[in-house]
């Protein structure tokens, strides 16, 4: 694995220039930039959604071979509670509502953000 201060970078690219989700950052748009790097515990599994505290949790659900991860600060910036979460992660996986309380395996992180405003 490579040192935190190169993945920091190659990833700042990926995100910038790569995903396939956005347009490419026009240098027009890099004085409005705000950078924050989550940098996340190793997820473990929880036998129950009891076991998630939204805001504080990161959840990854996994169900009939397609996978979904929210960080953990996506609950407390849509203000959602963990059905909401759930139910949304269940929606970005491309699975009906409610599929996490049918088989679907929940994981959940930790993460440390680390913010930099111009």
Known sequence: MKPLEQLVGAMALQAAFADPRFPPLAPEE???VE???SLLTEPHRVASDVEILPGRDGVILEKSGKAAVF???VATE???GRHELLDNLCFKAGLGDDCWAKGAALSV??????????
Do not use: D, T
């Open 30 to 32: 890099l004085k409005a």
């Open 35 to 37: 950078i924050e790097i």
């Open 71 to 73: 960080l953990p600060q």
């Open 78 to 80: 849509q203000g959602w």
């Open 109 to 118: 992180f930790r993460a440390r953000v680390f913010r930099e405003r111009g």
